[in-house]
């Protein structure tokens, strides 16, 4: 295996004179992938092991199949309260010392809520793997909630929704573009952190239910990586994660529709602007949901179009046309349900929204009408291939990928045929994805301005 | 809990007896010196087909010329911004079509770059870097065009209640002394800079003396030499800009509220610190870990945070530069709160200082720091960082072996003895942004 990549990465240098090709890239990402191990418990439990010798510590991540978009309007921010309560305590383990024990075993943890998923993560030495296996495992079922832990963290809670969202401007707009394309009280429409006064009511028999109705070993995806072997963590997730019961957990549904009454605009004035910001989103298929089959071509389409500063966008924008400061293209495909495709400007003070929307329309109506180069799509390619590469250099990243995509019905032959799906998408291809998703059905357009009259 | 908490004190007991080792040993540092004389370090790493490139040059923007703040960070950002016969467009697109990364950054006392680069394509890597670093172009254009981004980026801090706290915090310990600046300099100034004084300024800090270069990844010694000799070799010799003028240290307490429409104040606390190469340093750390470093163990985290619920985060750290040290903290809390988060944080201090940490925080606190060694060599880049810091703190490569000693020597005396000596509130400067209630400016200005 060595002995290849070697090969194919000396094959690699002398073509490179030019720059490697994208399917030469593709190729090395395939074969220099670190192995990756999959085996599902008798209980369900997925497990995922990503060895790597590099360091000797080891990263376990849990990620349940859960998120925000599994609430219901009025009873938002359910999914990440939980995930605050999680380090409340077990009969084992007391209120906050599950970090605490973490942390005087010379490692680090944390946790994270997404609009799908729930993760929990630490970082040991390998013998303490062990450890923090055990402990993962106990909260998976005998979290203990006490009262005056939900009083004082709902404050915590409140507090960093007031960093995250209430201070920042653009994050309020932001709810307020949500609420419009994926429609409102619908998943993805509401905040992941979760409305105030939905935080201020949430009581422990909703945290319980939740817990209750979600976390179960079936459920769930365990990624291990780092200075470990399969044998050792099949043995360890067997020993801890075994004898947990599973329990039926309903499929999860999103809405095969967005925001009904599109397009639509919304804008903010906020004293704490102080210079404008211009942005569409559109509704967009994910891996999971609407036309699928765009997924790959999208990711593509973002790059070429506004994904540096030598895409058109920017270079329309920014380098030619002096209109913007700034300008991006962005999507992501990991969801269970419908996604985004966004593009966002910081227009020159001097220029109007008018032009601004003028030149973004025009930028967008060339690339439908007139097509892509094969040159520039691959060119995107090869970004997207290489930032792939670079991944595999981070033990963080690893983890990450494999449990976004698992958490969200995706499988590991998915994971592995990624960049061949993304070498084989076409010039053709791009332009039809835009035309799919470049439709004024499924837009939101958001300007945030400084307030009336305060400039 | 008890069962679970006993087996554990055994284990921490094994832990500390091997992490040490094991993560020193991770980490075979190389010392080289290149025909040319520049000295490096390096990592090799064959395990991912990568080459992380980390390096710095003595001077930051602190020694930015008188009228022309700014113009440390400026050239930095445009060395990438084309070079040689490659314009700002071609010179990214080149970068994009052999997948190399290249950026430089400025700070107070150093300007930094780093390149990471597939090891397949190293020669083209390398070639780039030569070029930003001797032929850099500084087209009217692309001054422009960066010059209108960091004006807006310093617009824009000024609303961000954390970077408003942050720079008043440095304005006012540093009153008079160029660290006062903002990195990111002024509006007025930067519209007085030309693509002549940014040359100019390049050709100040871009020489060979005070460069700390360290690699990490899929090269040899003999390759590296070679391509660090190709894209640094034609930089002169040059001399090591002069060091800024020593600091005082401010003696009152001050406090310094700045309004903000915002429901979630900010607070920053900043003390004079330690310096890197203080004996005490490691006491130092420990203290700071248990105070509120590192996260969601420390009494900050636990008083604030978990007991009261006054905060999502509450942190402190150490921060050295070359002239001066800091132990700063900070937190965010509702208007109406974050008067009493103050005062816990103080209460805390306080605590400290007059009762240092317990036999089990200092067990504690040992065990982690000697671990988190291990858990930083993430990535070819995060270790090109780590080396890079070791240099830049003038230390050598044993000194990842020594650490783990060092920090076991710490007593509880030891930690005590910092505490007393750094927790001194009489001298605090405090900014809080936001509509804080209750807490009010003092002196008045």
Redesign the interface.
Known sequence: MTLR?RAL??G??AG?A???SVPA?AK?LTV?RRPAESFTLANGLQVVVLP??????VTQVLVYKVGSADETFGHTGVAHFLEHMM?K?T???????F???V????????AYTTYDSTGYHQ???P??LD?VMR?EADRMVNLRIAEKDL??????????R??RT??VPAALLNEAVNEQLFGRHKPYAMPIIGYADDIRRLSINELTAFYRRFYSPGNAVLIVAGDTTPEVVRKLAQKHYGPIPNRRVEVRRRPAQGGTDLPQRVSRGD?????PRWSREWLAPSYRKGDTKHAYALQVLARLFGG???SRLW?AM??DNKLA??AYAGYSPTSLGLTSFGVGI?P?LTRTVMEIEAAVDFEMKKLVDGGVTADEVE?AQ??LL?GA??A?????SGPRIYGAVLSTGGTMAEIDAWPERIAAVTPADVVAAARVVWRDSGAVTALLTPAEGSR | MSSVHRCLVLAVAAVLAWLPAAAAGAVDIKQLTTPLGIKVWLVEDKSTPVVALSFSFAGGTASDPAGQAGVTSLMAALLTDGAGTLDAQAFLRRQEEVAVSLGFSASLDRLSGALRVLSANREQGFELLRLALTQPRFDPEMVEQRRAQTISQLNQAEQQPRSVAGRTLMKALFAGHPYAADPEGTREDLNTLTPDLLKRRAAVLLVRSGLLVSAVGDIGEAELAHLLDHAFGDLVVGTVPPLPPEWTPPTAPRTIVVERPVPQSTAVMALPGIARDDPAWYAAVIMNHVLGGGGQQSRLFNEVREKRGLAYGVSSGLRTYKRAALLVLSTASANERVGEAIRIVRAEMARMRTDGVTERELADAKTYLTGALALSLDSSGSIAGLLQSLQVDGLDPEHLTRRAALISAVKLEDVRQIARRLLRDEAMTTVVVGKPVGVVSEPKE
Do not use: H
């Open positions: 990549r990465l000396g690699l240098a490179a030019v720059s490697p890239l090395l220099g790597s010798r590099r360091a000797p510590i380090f305590g009969d084992k383990v007391a209120p906050g010392e970090s605490r024990i942390s005087r075993n010379g490692g680090r943890d944390n970082t040991v030495a013998d303490r450890l402990m009083v004082s963290e709902r404050q915590v809670v409140l507090e960093e007031r960093m209430d201070n004293a704490r602007v102080v210079e540096s500063e030598t270079r920014v380098a400061l700034s910081q020159v060119r090869n970004q290489a590469i670079y595999q250099d981070s033990l963080a």
